[in-house]
């Protein structure tokens, strides 16, 4: 039920929503005119055009969800433990060695990865501009391959520094693997006898 009798708070809201409408609705304020003038001798009504449906964007679809293959990483960790001992390294606690023996395992570490890397990919930088170079980035720049920082406002086009020129993979050249290996044991047991 319609409250006939509004408050004063209720009629101040109702006069500054008025107001405001009167100021953006044309027909509206004729309306809130003609209720104020009383009612028109005899004249033919006025008919309303009717308010034009807002325009909503479509819906963007969902994105598509690629399922990874777990093989092919189970396969590069693998190959990782081989060449460079990856996961013994990892799974080590260091706590107890120097410093001076952390620095030489990591070398070895380092070194291994970085052979396992190459040899099986081949690994280009997303942008080619050295770090530090001032780059404008125009309206639709691959946000999948350059991620902003800083104090990201407003709209492209943007113009700012290289802080890291990004990697992508070019090639992959992981070896074919037999149907009955098991890509799950990266390292197997080893037995001296």
């Not at 809130?32 to 819906?59: F, N, S, W």
């Not at 990483?73 to 990892?90: N, S, T, V, Y």
Request: some cysteine; aromatic content about 6%; hydrophobic content about 45%.
């Amino acid at each position: 039920m319609t409250d006939l009798n509004p408050s004063f708070l209720g009629r101040l809201s109702i006069a500054f929503g008025t107001f405001f409408t009167c100021l953006g609705d044309a027909a509206f304020a004729a309306r809130v005119k003609q209720l104020r003038d009383g009612p028109a001798p005899a004249a033919a009504p006025v008919q309303e055009a009717p308010a034009p449906a807002p325009v909503r964007p479509a819906p963007a679809p969902a994105p598509v969800l690629k399922e990874a293959s777990p093989e092919a990483a189970l396969q590069l960790l693998g190959l990782l433990q081989r060449d460079a001992r990856l996961i013994d390294f990892i799974e080590e606690d260091i706590a107890r060695y120097s410093d001076a023996d952390i620095g030489a395992a990591a070398r070895l570490v380092h070194e291994g990865c970085r052979t396992v890397l190459r040899e099986h990919f081949t690994i280009r930088p997303v942008r080619e501009e050295a770090e530090g170079s001032r780059v404008t980035l125009p309206d639709g720049f691959d946000a999948t391959a350059i991620r902003l920082t800083g104090n990201v406002v407003g709209k492209p086009p943007f113009q700012g520094s290289i802080s890291h020129r990004g990697w992508k993979v070019a090639e992959v050249r992981l070896p074919k693997l037999a149907e009955s290996h098991d890509a799950r044991v990266v390292a197997p047991a080893e037995v001296e006898l």
